[in-house]
């Protein structure tokens, strides 16, 4: 049966991608949108399955993996004070807009928190996808959102750890949470300083088929794998970083030529369907205010908070626009912190699936206002 479905996902995201870039959007648009129609929401032609979310999570890491690959750290390091500022102005805002929102909703105080910063989190992997197809990724604007959407994350993930602390009573130490982000980050500089070039300069030799490309994958999911595991770091972040480590070697061009066929053509499209297979209209109608409301603020707060962020770095409108458009996607991120919410109750399970959609919608919305905004610097490739 997955076999089926992996000519059913890989058929419908090539057409549909071909499809959106011919009406000028970005691929993007078309693989998302036509992961709502083949799933349970419409046609009901692929289930959500735990085959089908390894196949998605191997994706959005190789994604990250390859935009590390792409990424210059300089023009990172340069770009630190404005990655800052967007970060900061992107997780306030939706966080001020949204917890009073919830409350007239009649929401408790810890649900309304709760609300506030699942919608300040971002997943950048939507925006990365676009960027690259229209040219910008390698930009200053395309750093400074690299920069941001890391630290929004990293910020965003702490915020939770310490508000469930309180809110559903898991005991976690506040100084031992924070060292252990920073402790990742030290442990990140020794091993990509250190460890990775002689690792690869090692594994090239071997005597066997792809060795050098099997070392970089394994430097990519092992970092992936104890960020997540042991630091409470997303995968996507230990993934992106490992991609900057490796992109700074020798084997720079040889790894992200051989990495990029594999996560296009096979693992990266069920990331894009993944997302619309978690959209059901189910029960909708009774919340369709909540998934009005709530989608416009979570769209102008990231808008707003992360643009002005920009402004204040000193980009222009244009640009400090774009980049606030950028951060608007939840993503993934958020989709897992609703799925915590609900299980932990600090999410009714009458507002998880309008919380879904609302996600799916600034997901959606991403991909055309970045090229709406930005414009096309290169040809497409999808």
């Excluded at 046609?43 to 085959?51: F, N």
């Amino acid at each position: 049966m997955f076999i089926f479905q992996i000519v059913i996902v890989l058929l419908a995201t090539k057409i549909a991608g071909h499809f959106s870039v011919r009406l000028g959007q970005p691929s993007v648009l078309g693989k998302i949108l036509i992961g709502i129609i083949i799933g349970p929401a419409m046609l009901g032609w692929i289930a959500d399955s735990e085959v089908i979310q390894t196949f998605s999570q191997i994706g959005v890491i190789l994604l990250m993996f390859l935009a590390g690959l792409e990424t210059d750290l300089e023009d990172l390091n340069a770009n630190m004070k404005g990655a800052v500022f967007v970060a900061v102005g992107g997780v306030i805002l939706p966080i001020a807009l949204s917890y009073p929102l919830a409350l007239s909703f009649g929401l408790t105080q810890g649900q309304a928190i709760f609300i506030g910063l699942t919608l300040a989190a971002t997943s950048v992997s939507i925006s990365v996808q676009t960027l690259n197809e229209i040219g910008w990724l390698k930009s200053r604007e395309g750093s400074v959102l690299l920069g941001a959407a890391v630290l929004d994350d990293i910020i965003v993930v702490v915020l939770i750890a310490i508000a469930m602390s309180f809110l559903v009573g898991d005991d976690v130490s506040i100084p031992t949470l924070i060292g252990g982000k920073v402790f990742f980050f030290v442990l990140l500089f020794v091993v990509s300083k250190y460890v990775i070039p002689p690792f690869l300069k090692a594994f090239s030799r071997l005597k066997v088929t792809e060795s050098l490309l099997s070392g970089a994958l394994i430097a990519c999911f092992a970092l992936a794998y104890i960020g997540e595991h042991y630091f409470g770091i997303a995968a996507i972040i230990g993934a992106f970083f490992m991609g900057i480590a490796i992109g700074r070697t020798e084997f720079k061009e040889t790894i992200e030529h051989k990495v990029e066929p594999i996560a296009s053509s096979m693992f990266v499209p069920f990331f894009f369907v993944s997302i619309g297979l978690s959209v059901t209209f189910d029960g909708i109608t009774e919340n369709i205010w909540f998934l009005v409301v709530f989608s416009i603020v979570a769209i102008l707060s990231k808008l707003i908070g992360s643009g002005l962020g920009a402004k204040l770095a000193g980009f222009s409108w244009k640009s400090s626009t774009g980049i606030g458009a950028g951060m608007i996607s939840r993503g993934e991120v958020a989709l897992i912190l609703a799925g915590m919410g609900l299980s932990s109750g600090l999410l009714p399970a009458e507002d998880y699936t309008p919380m879904v959609i609302v996600i799916i919608v600034t997901t959606l919305v991403t991909p055309p206002m970045l090229k709406g905004i930005f414009g096309t610097r290169e040809h497409y490739h999808s």
